[in-house]
């Protein structure tokens, strides 16, 4: 069964690249233009799904729908247009993956809770406070209804070793380098999963036919201000001096359209019990994402050093 195709809608993201990395020769990308070479042309708001499934040879395994609009601000300033993608459009496409025999497979937000610092099971009520959690616990139960076999991966904070602009860790490196403070609420709690291992869980469950509702986060409860401190660590780690300026306040604080939760750990108990998974050391990821984020003044600290000597 593992050489079954996995289509991925939506490739180009951090979430949809990982999972077509994890997939492997099996995934088959599709994006909306301009597209890569060996991605194939899906406009989530416009295609059917149907015409890119009967075109292949043989029906895939799953289709995961990774598209969507994933800023808490972004859905708050236009909900109309935000909830189309990230409701109707995903609702659309599960609805005709199912009715040519593939499982349909999305993802949803530890967003959907009200931010109580808990660590969140699949059976606890959702009570969104944000538009951004409405629309997903939307998508959730609409799927759901349709009475198909699906996947729904309910995903925490998902940290990424290369640059993509809305990453928390390269958005932080970005105000270093400008010399700006970090606002740092210390009430913020979560549980962050590396984007590989979230891309390789992805792949286990679909192979393991795993079905309805599933947490995948990180093992490891941690605050804004610790994994601050990761960072830092990794900088000085990596023999550079940037000045690493703190801005401690609250979520309430933060600015932006709509209210965030604060507290959005989940819990990964049902995870573990179901395919045992493996997790990157998350200072481990930290100090990738540095070393990535720093190579041009690593490289101007090495060529000084070299200099000199």
């Not at 059976?123 to 076999?149: F, N, S």
Request: charged share 20%.
């Amino acid at each position: 069964m593992t050489s079954v195709q996995i289509v991925i809608l939506g490739g180009r993201g951090t979430v949809g690249s990982a999972t077509a990395a994890a997939a492997g020769e099996r995934a088959t990308k599709a994006a909306r233009r301009p597209v890569a070479s060996g991605t194939l042309p899906f406009d989530a708001l416009t295609d059917d799904v149907t015409r890119l499934l009967e075109a292949m040879k043989a029906p895939p395994k799953a289709v995961v729908i990774a598209f969507g609009i994933s800023g808490v601000h972004t859905c708050a300033s236009d909900p109309v247009a935000s909830a189309r993608l990230n409701v109707d459009r995903v609702l659309a496409v599960a609805a005709s993956a199912a009715k040519c025999g593939t499982l349909p497979v999305l993802f949803s937000t530890d967003c959907v809770f009200d931010g109580t610092p808990v660590l969140w099971s699949e059976q606890d009520e959702p009570k969104p406070i944000c538009e951004y959690g409405r629309q997903k616990l939307a998508a959730e139960r609409a799927v759901a209804q349709l009475g198909v076999p699906h996947l729904v991966i309910r995903l925490s904070r998902v940290v990424a070793d290369h640059a993509r602009r809305r990453d928390i860790l390269y958005q932080w490196c970005d105000r270093i380098r400008r010399g700006a403070a970090i606002p740092l609420p210390t009430d913020q709690l979560f549980t962050p999963i590396a984007a590989a291992d979230l891309g390789r869980i992805a792949v286990a469950l679909i192979d393991a036919d795993v079905r309805g509702l599933i947490n995948v986060a990180g093992p490891e409860q941690v605050s804004t201000p610790m994994l601050f401190d990761m960072l830092c660590d990794a900088i000085r780690g990596l023999g550079l001096t940037v000045p690493l300026k703190r801005d401690v306040c609250r979520v309430s604080d933060l600015p932006g359209f709509d209210r965030r939760p604060a507290s959005t750990m989940l819990s990964i108990k049902h995870l573990e019990r179901t395919i045992a998974p493996w997790f990157t050391p998350l200072p481990d990821i930290v100090r990738s994402v540095a070393s990535s984020a720093f190579a041009p003044a690593i490289e101007r600290e090495q060529a000084g050093t070299i200099a000199q000597s």
